[in-house]
């Protein structure tokens, strides 16, 4: 393991976004994208401006001191304005694509899931805090405490560089602190000391190593990012108006501790394969008890989780290449001013897409095995070219 590493490169051990404004209508927002991108042929940052600016119920009526809503929808890989030009990223294609492919009421499902997995994908690690909390002040402050704790313990038996644990410690914490020293809440959360499936529980005081900085949590801080993220909760269908966790919020965090994304009287979230595969951590050798899913894997676990996705696997055949052969169409199809650049689809993008449409059946075809079997085809009618920012972009042959 090479000793330099920065800060930004441990950033993906931390599921985290800030807060920002008018984030309790995230859902209705991204049906309202979705929208205006299939609805169009083309994307201009006149179009957005509309959206973000325009009178409701067409437009979303934010004052223009309001724009930094960008940075969110950005952290979510919706979309971002760069110049004159709007760069729709990966959640935002799949909006579009599903939108475009999808009757009203499929979508408003298809809508659920792909917020869901945005959302943890993005800010897991507080968003699941939050939920098992029940967006109690107290013990959400104790979650997070723990929860960055067990990440800096996990760590630091991998990392062992004074400069490698400088850069865990910037990376994995809690920015907006007002210094406040903050409170540890409650001892008895109401999760219990929640332990990884292998059974070993590491429950009681971490004790802090060396160089370890304070923990530091402002109320400020705590009352914004609740409030947000409540009113995620609350759309999604995972807790009452007064936060109470439902009946799909407790399954949902039921199938992540049973996943391995939790510790004592906390929640985790963990990077993705191809997230560690760069060569600062490709040697990297995490505890077994620590999950390593590849993104398909991590979205069909939030479909499962939220009871859109069938709990079995099937192997699938012609209807399902066609099903591929059909996104990838239908990418083409979209912001047609930009087709010079648009050739190939990002396969997570794809793979949002395809288990979208796969809500409601009974199984859940294994489209990324179809995909690998078709390029040992003699004439494959899905090309798949690895690539280093996007794991894999996709095109078709016809």
């Not at 995230?26 to 994307?43: H, I, N, V």
């Not at 990297?284 to 989780?305: A, C, D, H, N, Y």
């Not at 494959?380 to 996709?394: F, T």
Request: with cysteine.
């Amino acid at each position: 393991m090479a000793a330099k590493a920065q800060s930004n490169d441990f950033a993906i051990f931390m599921r985290k976004i800030g807060y920002s404004v008018g984030l309790e209508h995230t859902l209705s927002r991204l049906g309202d994208f979705a929208r205006l991108y299939a609805e169009q042929d083309s994307l201009m940052v006149g179009d957005i401006k509309r959206l973000l600016h325009g009178p409701k119920p067409t437009g979303w009526g934010l004052e223009p001191q309001n724009e930094h809503i960008l940075d969110f929808l950005r952290a979510i890989e919706a979309f971002t304005l760069r110049g004159s030009e709007v760069g729709v990223l990966e959640l935002g294609e799949a909006l579009g694509i599903t939108k475009k492919l999808q009757h009203e009421e499929e979508f408003e499902l298809t809508l659920r899931f792909l917020m869901a997995h945005a959302l943890l994908l993005a800010d897991g690690d507080i968003f699941l805090n939050a939920l098992a909390s029940e967006f109690d002040e107290s013990e959400f402050s104790a979650n997070i405490i723990r929860m960055v704790e067990h990440k800096w313990t996990v760590l630091e038996e991998v990392f062992k560089t004074n400069q490698q644990r400088a850069a865990i410690y910037r990376s994995i914490a809690i920015e907006v602190q007002e210094n406040n020293p903050g409170s540890r809440g409650k001892i008895g959360s109401r999760l219990g000391p929640l332990v990884p499936p292998d059974g070993k529980d590491k429950a009681g005081p971490l004790t802090g190593g060396f160089g370890r900085p304070e923990i530091r949590i402002s109320p400020h801080y705590i009352e914004k990012v609740l409030g947000r993220r409540r009113f995620w909760a609350i759309s999604l269908g995972l807790c009452t108006d007064q936060g109470k966790l439902s009946e799909s919020g407790s399954r949902l965090l039921d199938s992540f501790v049973s996943a391995g994304y939790a510790a004592p009287s906390c929640m985790v979230i963990w990077p993705l394969a191809h997230e560690l595969e760069t060569p600062l951590f490709s040697t990297l050798s995490l505890p077994k008890s620590i999950p390593r899913l590849s993104s398909w894997e991590f979205m069909t676990l939030v479909g499962r989780s939220l009871n859109l996705l069938g709990k079995d696997d099937a192997q699938g055949g012609d209807a399902e290449i066609n099903n591929v052969m059909r996104v990838v169409q239908c990418f083409h199809s979209l912001n047609k001013s930009r087709s010079l650049v648009r050739n190939e689809i990002p396969v997570r993008t794809a793979y949002r897409c395809l288990l979208a449409m796969s809500i409601g059946m009974d199984v859940v075809p294994d489209y990324p095995g179809l995909i690998k079997k078709e390029q040992t085809m003699s004439s494959p009618r899905i090309i798949s070219r690895p690539s280093r920012l996007v794991e894999a972009a996709l095109s078709t042959t016809r």
